[in-house]
């Protein structure tokens, strides 16, 4: 009489057990979740700051900059022409400028006036390098002796057309075959040397890279200075 009221009991039992059990995964995965928002929300905090930061400190550079640039317009006028050396373009120590009015460089932030620049030199410790390619071609070959066979006997059973027959039957082969070839580039590395009227720093070395128009260009600047020192 008592088993039919414990397994009643027992199973009741466990419906509580097991509800509980649902109510404490329930709760843990609400915690995670709420977890998880939080963290969420930390790091969006986070990397809005580190935008704001990033941001604050790009426009300042710019402001710095051209504080710098004006200032150098201001007292020798607008720039002739410009080139940019370094990587940073608002950066006054990354450009070479030229103020024809004021008979002024602003050479990497350092200003060189025009009688000054007694000669120049462009270098280019440059190298040849060789790279070697290998390219393939490939060239079908019919083997004549399955050819001349097939066209005897084809020329037994088919008569006139049987060489032809025999012909278009006759075993072919593709052979792929590698050809090497080497070609050459030439990399420059290009160096101006500036000669000044300066003894604690005679030479100023400006390393150019392999930019061949900046090379020049430059170059020319320099020589169009020398050649109005000398008149």
């Known amino acids: 009489m008592l088993t039919p009221i414990i397994i009643v009991l027992s199973i009741t039992l466990g419906c509580f057990v097991i509800y509980d059990l649902y109510e404490i995964i329930k709760k843990h995965n609400r915690q995670v979740e709420e977890q998880e928002k939080i963290k969420e929300a930390e790091q969006k905090v986070a990397k809005e700051k580190a935008e704001a930061e990033r941001k604050a400190q790009q426009e300042k550079v710019e402001a710095d900059f051209a504080l710098a640039y004006n200032a150098l317009v201001d007292k020798y006028g607008d ?7 370094g990587i940073e373009p608002k950066d006054i120590s990354s450009w070479i400028y030229v103020f024809e009015k004021g008979k002024m460089l602003s050479l990497r932030g350092r200003l060189l006036p025009f009688e000054k620049v007694l000669a120049f030199s462009l270098n ?7 790279h070697n ?16 066979g097939r066209a005897v006997v084809g020329g037994v059973l088919l008569g006139g057309v049987g060489a032809l ?3 278009t039957t006759a075993k072919k082969e593709t052979v792929t075959s590698p050809t090497g070839t080497q070609t050459s580039k030439v990399r420059h590395k290009y160096t101006l040397y500036i000669n000044l009227d300066d003894f604690t720093n005679p030479i100023e070395e400006i390393k150019l890279g392999s930019d061949t128009k900046r090379a020049q260009t430059i170059a020319n600047i320099f020589n169009i200075i020398v050649q109005r020192n000398s008149k």
């Open 79 to 85: 720039v002739t022409t410009s080139v940019q050396l």
């Open 165 to 167: 027959a025999g012909a």
């Open 133 to 148: 390619e290998t390219t393939y071609s490939s060239e079908t070959k019919t083997s004549t002796g399955s050819m001349l």
């Open 124 to 130: 280019d410790d440059s190298e040849t390098v060789l």
